[in-house]
Every structure is written in structure tokens, then in C-alpha cells.
């Protein structure tokens, strides 16, 4: 039999539920010719310096020869497929080629959970957006005996989709990497290329805008000597790694603000792999740089705590009572992908009335447009208290839900100070002035 034949049939089986069989599929094992006996279960791979076979699903004791190249693994996760259709996966739809291991997560994740309810997902699998689409209908599970609809999911559902997605930790071993050759070094030709790059911005460096096109430069030169490299588009290239770590190994530190706010940031064109500037402001700017992030973290994890405190207080009298306090003002926003799930739950003005938007809505439909939403700025209940409707229906069963989201600002102000101690990314962008100041 051959290889992709074979894997039809075994995932059938759910060979996959087997972590075994998986390791079995994508890397070389060696193990003693009878040892497959300990555990003959059907479609079991065995490898032997001759090439591969796999336990008989009808004789435990019969191995069946297939038709792969020894010495080199059976499927790789990146390999493509041939044309799959539902016999393949219960939730193809149409026709798709796609990846062995886009075929064998979905397998895992999305036809244990679901069966053929969600439908086949090629390419990158994105948590976020799948738990977006199974929220809009997320129900209860029936009763045992109930007849179960297919055009909604589960809670029991969604707990064996989760479940196995932890399961798929344990495959990171085998499908991340964790170094290349070309990954471990600065990019070839990095020493004459920022040479070139120092001499055309000789002087210039000090000013931002023009240090965020140096720096950009030297991570297109490192990008384009990584495209080819199998660690690229991976986890451990991930735009965090490539902006800020790896800059800072390989291509240079940038700017550094060290222990004083408010100050021009010195501007080290040293990479770490160069060694320590000779340059005495330089190497103070450096050696602060390494001692800033520790002492800030504690500074800023101080200064959030007293933070959360007065923003509580400030509306630690306010209550959520009224239902409807029959405004017909609002405040203008312009929702970005950043924010515009915020907009759920939130009424914005239709122009003859006040429209909520439900959880259930398709929110980016709005995205980029100045719509009026419903707030607390405008509400004209009297004394300390705020109506559910421009509270928001986030908060409108809870009458003390302003502290919620008071805390909530103190949090997100918290965490944007101790991100920033993590390093951040000199770049330049289009400043939208009405986007910004709503």
C-alpha cells in the first residue's frame, strides 16, 4: 500500500489519538522487531532499516509492507497533500489541497470536537478567530438523549476542542525550531552593508525619524537572508523575536532610554554581537539599558497599585441602576482593529434611534467608520448613578460594574509601561488625527 492511502485509512482509525503514532508518522524511531507486539493496536507503524509496514487491522500479528522510501520520515508537517474530499475529513466541503499537518490538526482539533460542523480550516490555525465563530452560538449542552442541532456548538464541544488543543504541545518537539544555521548568526554581508548604511546617515541618527529608517533597513537586509530559512513565519521568528531580539543581537540596539524619563535616548549602532561600544556614553547608555528593565518593572508595578487605587475611588460611588435614561446624546468614535470589539454590547445611534449591538452581530462591518456610541459622558441620570443603557450591557447587571472598568484602564496603563520595558520597535506611521482623539 502506499503512503497516502495508508494515512487515510489511519486516521480513520484515529491513529492520531495515539502521541506514538504521530511520532511514528513524522520522524525516524528505531525500536526491536518484535516490539510492536507489545501494543499491535490497528495501523500501527513499524519501522525497520528496510523500510515501513504497519499491523494489519484485521490480524494484530500481520504486518502489512508500504510502499515509502526507508530511512527518511513517512509525512512531513509542511508537505502537501493530494487532493482531499470528504472521504478524507468528514468536514470538507469542496475539494482542497492542503498540508499534512494542516490535515491532521484539524483531524485532532476540529472533527473530535465538532465532527463536520466546523468546517475545514487550510492555512495558519488561528484560535482567536475559531473561538469567535463558536461563541455566536455557543449553547448549553442538551440532556443525554437530546437530539443535538448541527448548527450550533456546545459547551461539552468547545471543552474537547480545548483539550485537544493542549494535546497539541506536545507535538511542538517534533513540527518548531528551535535553531537553524541561519538563525543563530547575524545575516551574511551585515558588516558592509550597515557600514554603508552609517556612512549615509552619518550625523542624523539622533533624530528619530531617521534612526527608524536605519533600523528598518538593516531588518529588510536580515529579512530577505532569513526568507528561505525554515525557521521563517515560525513562532520563533515571530515579529517579537525579529523587531526587538533579534535586532538587538544582530543588527543593532538603537535607542536607549536607560533610568531617566523624558530624556533624548542615547543612540548605540553597536549590535550585542559586536561587543561593547567604545564610545564611553555609549557604554553607559548600554550597560543602563541592560539595568533599566528589572528596577522599572518593580517602579511600575508600584505606581499601577496606587493607580487602580485612585481611578476605584474616583467612581467608587457611582451605581448602575436606571434602565434608560433617554438620551439621544453620544460619543463619536471611529473603531480600528485594535478596538473594535469593544463595540459588542454597545448602542450607537441609527440616526432615528438607539441600535444595540448584540454579541452576535458582525462587528467589523463598522470597522473604519465614525459611529456614535452610547456613554457614560452623556448620561443624564441624576446624582451618582449611570442607566444599564449607556453603561453598556458589559456592565449593566452589575451596579458597582464602573469599578470594573475603572480597573480595567489602570490595567491596560500598567500593562503598556511594563511592555515597554520588554524593548520596543522605532517605526514610523500615518497619524490619523480624528481616529486618534475618539
Given at each position: 500500500?502506499?503512503?497516502?492511502?495508508?494515512?487515510?485509512d489511519?486516521?480513520?482509525?484515529?491513529c492520531?489519538?495515539?502521541?506514538?503514532?504521530i511520532?511514528?508518522?513524522?520522524?525516524?524511531?528505531q525500536?526491536?522487531?518484535?516490539?510492536y507486539?507489545q501494543?499491535?493496536?490497528?495501523?500501527?507503524?513499524?519501522?525497520?532499516?528496510?523500510?515501513y509496514s504497519y499491523?494489519?487491522?484485521?490480524?494484530p500479528?500481520?504486518?502489512?509492507?508500504?510502499?515509502?522510501?526507508?530511512?527518511q520520515?513517512?509525512?512531513?508537517?509542511?508537505?502537501?497533500?493530494?487532493e482531499?474530499?470528504?472521504s478524507?475529513c468528514?468536514?470538507?466541503?469542496a475539494?482542497?489541497?492542503?498540508?499534512?499537518g494542516?490535515l491532521l490538526v484539524?483531524?485532532?482539533?476540529?472533527?473530535?470536537?465538532?465532527?463536520?460542523?466546523?468546517?475545514?480550516v487550510?492555512?495558519?490555525?488561528?484560535?482567536?478567530?475559531?473561538?469567535t465563530?463558536?461563541?455566536?452560538?455557543?449553547?448549553?449542552?442538551?440532556?443525554?438523549?437530546a437530539?443535538?442541532q448541527?448548527?450550533?456548538f456546545y459547551?461539552d464541544e468547545?471543552?474537547?476542542?480545548?483539550k485537544?488543543?493542549n494535546?497539541l504541545?506536545?507535538?511542538?518537539p517534533l513540527?518548531v525550531?528551535?535553531a537553524?544555521?541561519?538563525?543563530i548568526?547575524?545575516?551574511?554581508?551585515?558588516?558592509?552593508f550597515k557600514a554603508?548604511l552609517?556612512?549615509?546617515?552619518?550625523?542624523q541618527?539622533?533624530?528619530?525619524t531617521?534612526?527608524?529608517?536605519?533600523?528598518?533597513?538593516?531588518?529588510?537586509y536580515?529579512?530577505?537572508?532569513?526568507k528561505?530559512?525554515p525557521s521563517?513565519?515560525s513562532?520563533?521568528?515571530?515579529?517579537?523575536?525579529t523587531?526587538?531580539?533579534?535586532?538587538?543581537?544582530?543588527?543593532?540596539?538603537?535607542?536607549?532610554q536607560g533610568f531617566?524619563?523624558?530624556?533624548?535616548?542615547?543612540?548605540v549602532?553597536?549590535?550585542l554581537?559586536?561587543?561593547?561600544?567604545t564610545d564611553?556614553?555609549?557604554?553607559?547608555?548600554?550597560i543602563?539599558n541592560a539595568?533599566?528593565?528589572?528596577y522599572?518593572?518593580?517602579?511600575?508595578t508600584?505606581?499601577?497599585?496606587?493607580?487602580a487605587k485612585?481611578?476605584?475611588?474616583?467612581?467608587?460611588n457611582f451605581?448602575?441602576?436606571?434602565?434608560?435614561?433617554?438620551?439621544?446624546?453620544?460619543l463619536?468614535?471611529?473603531?480600528?482593529?485594535v478596538?473594535?470589539?469593544q463595540?459588542s454590547?454597545?448602542?450607537i445611534w441609527?440616526?432615528?434611534?438607539?441600535?444595540?449591538?448584540?454579541?452576535?452581530?458582525?462587528?467589523?462591518r463598522?470597522?473604519?467608520q465614525?459611529?456614535?456610541?452610547?456613554s457614560?459622558?452623556?448620561?443624564?441620570s441624576?446624582k451618582d448613578?449611570i442607566?444599564?443603557a449607556?453603561?453598556?450591557?458589559?456592565?449593566?447587571?452589575?451596579?458597582?460594574?464602573?469599578?470594573n472598568a475603572?480597573?480595567?484602564?489602570s490595567?491596560?496603563?500598567?500593562?503598556?509601561a511594563?511592555?515597554?520595558?520588554?524593548?520596543?520597535?522605532?517605526?514610523?506611521?500615518r497619524?490619523d488625527?480624528?481616529?486618534?482623539?475618539?
Amino acid at each position: 500500500m502506499d503512503r497516502w492511502h495508508y494515512l487515510k485509512d489511519a486516521l480513520q482509525a484515529r491513529c492520531y489519538k495515539r502521541i506514538g503514532w504521530i511520532i511514528a508518522a513524522v520522524s525516524l524511531t528505531q525500536e526491536g522487531p518484535q516490539d510492536y507486539l507489545q501494543d499491535p493496536y490497528p495501523y500501527r507503524l513499524v519501522q525497520s532499516p528496510t523500510g515501513y509496514s504497519y499491523v494489519a487491522p484485521d490480524e494484530p500479528t500481520r504486518l502489512v509492507p508500504l510502499t515509502a522510501v526507508a530511512g527518511q520520515p513517512l509525512f512531513q508537517f509542511l508537505e502537501e497533500t493530494p487532493e482531499l474530499d470528504a472521504s478524507w475529513c468528514p468536514n470538507i466541503t469542496a475539494p482542497v489541497v492542503t498540508k499534512f499537518g494542516n490535515l491532521l490538526v484539524n483531524w485532532i482539533c476540529l472533527v473530535e470536537a465538532f465532527g463536520a460542523k466546523y468546517p475545514f480550516v487550510t492555512g495558519k490555525f488561528k484560535i482567536g478567530a475559531i473561538e469567535t465563530t463558536l461563541a455566536k452560538t455557543l449553547t448549553d449542552t442538551p440532556e443525554i438523549g437530546a437530539t443535538r442541532q448541527n448548527d450550533v456548538f456546545y459547551v461539552d464541544e468547545m471543552l474537547v476542542f480545548a483539550k485537544n488543543l493542549n494535546f497539541l504541545e506536545a507535538l511542538s518537539p517534533l513540527c518548531v525550531y528551535a535553531a537553524t544555521p541561519k538563525n543563530i548568526v547575524a545575516p551574511a554581508g551585515r558588516d558592509a552593508f550597515k557600514a554603508q548604511l552609517l556612512k549615509e546617515y552619518e550625523g542624523q541618527l539622533n533624530d528619530p525619524t531617521t534612526l527608524a529608517a536605519f533600523e528598518k533597513a538593516l531588518k529588510e537586509y536580515d529579512a530577505a537572508w532569513l526568507k528561505d530559512d525554515p525557521s521563517n513565519n515560525s513562532i520563533l521568528m515571530s515579529s517579537k523575536v525579529t523587531d526587538i531580539a533579534r535586532k538587538s543581537m544582530y543588527l543593532t540596539l538603537g535607542s536607549n532610554q536607560g533610568f531617566e524619563e523624558g530624556k533624548m535616548p542615547t543612540v548605540v549602532p553597536n549590535a550585542l554581537d559586536e561587543g561593547w561600544p567604545t564610545d564611553p556614553v555609549q557604554y553607559s547608555a548600554m550597560i543602563n539599558n541592560a539595568r533599566a528593565a528589572s528596577y522599572s518593572r518593580a517602579k511600575e508595578t508600584q505606581k499601577g497599585g496606587t493607580m487602580a487605587k485612585v481611578m476605584v475611588r474616583s467612581v467608587g460611588n457611582f451605581t448602575i441602576v436606571e434602565e434608560d435614561c433617554g438620551t439621544l446624546r453620544g460619543l463619536p468614535r471611529t473603531f480600528t482593529k485594535v478596538d473594535i470589539q469593544q463595540l459588542s454590547g454597545r448602542a450607537i445611534w441609527t440616526g432615528s434611534g438607539w441600535q444595540v449591538i448584540l454579541p452576535t452581530d458582525d462587528v467589523m462591518r463598522y470597522l473604519g467608520q465614525r459611529v456614535t456610541v452610547r456613554s457614560p459622558m452623556y448620561c443624564r441620570s441624576l446624582k451618582d448613578t449611570i442607566c444599564k443603557a449607556c453603561a453598556g450591557m458589559r456592565l449593566a447587571d452589575n451596579p458597582q460594574g464602573l469599578s470594573n472598568a475603572a480597573l480595567e484602564i489602570s490595567s491596560t496603563i500598567l500593562l503598556m509601561a511594563l511592555k515597554a520595558r520588554h524593548g520596543s520597535v522605532l517605526s514610523t506611521t500615518r497619524y490619523d488625527v480624528q481616529t486618534q482623539l475618539t
